[in-house]
């Protein structure tokens, strides 16, 4: 799985993991020359927290397979196609109910690939890049886009 790249599931459902919520936060942490938090990211993991996903189509019949799970507020942004924090989306498939819904084998699978862990990877390196390149800045500050790979 490539981030910002759309992905159409068996289900037909289609959706993409956005990188704008990191970089819009990368971009404040400029603007406020607040450095110390690009600091605290240093794993792959811990860039979940800023990462979303945007359910481009089928997000009706995704909503009806997992109803149990869904909260009104993931509910209404699925349905508007408006991003959901990449964690909350996790958070609705459960890989022992997955035999019934093929999107939560696939979910889970794409997130697990070797190209998932990858794209994370590269993107660390980058943020990594640009904290150093900012530390040592001293006057216009580059401009770095972390688009995947």
Not at 19 to 28: D, G, K, R, V, Y
Request: glycine share 4%; net charge negative; proline share 3%.
């Amino acid at each position: 799985m490539y981030l910002d790249k759309i992905y159409a599931l068996q289900t037909g459902v289609s959706l993409k993991v956005s990188t704008t919520a990191l970089q819009e936060f990368i971009a404040n942490a400029i603007r406020t020359k607040k450095f110390a938090d690009l600091v605290n990211i240093r794993s792959t993991t811990d860039l979940y927290a800023h990462l979303s996903v945007v359910v481009c189509t089928g997000a009706e019949e995704l909503i009806k397979r997992r109803q149990r799970w869904i909260n009104h507020k993931i509910k209404a942004d699925l349905i508007a196609g408006q991003p959901v924090p990449f964690n909350s989306f996790c958070n609705l498939f459960w890989r022992n109910l997955d035999e019934d819904d093929p999107d939560g084998d696939e979910w889970q699978q794409l997130i697990a690939s070797d190209e998932f862990y990858s794209q994370l990877t590269i993107l660390l390196h980058k943020l990594r890049i640009a904290e150093r390149s900012l530390q040592q800045s001293s006057g216009a500050i580059p401009d770095f886009y972390l688009g995947s790979a």
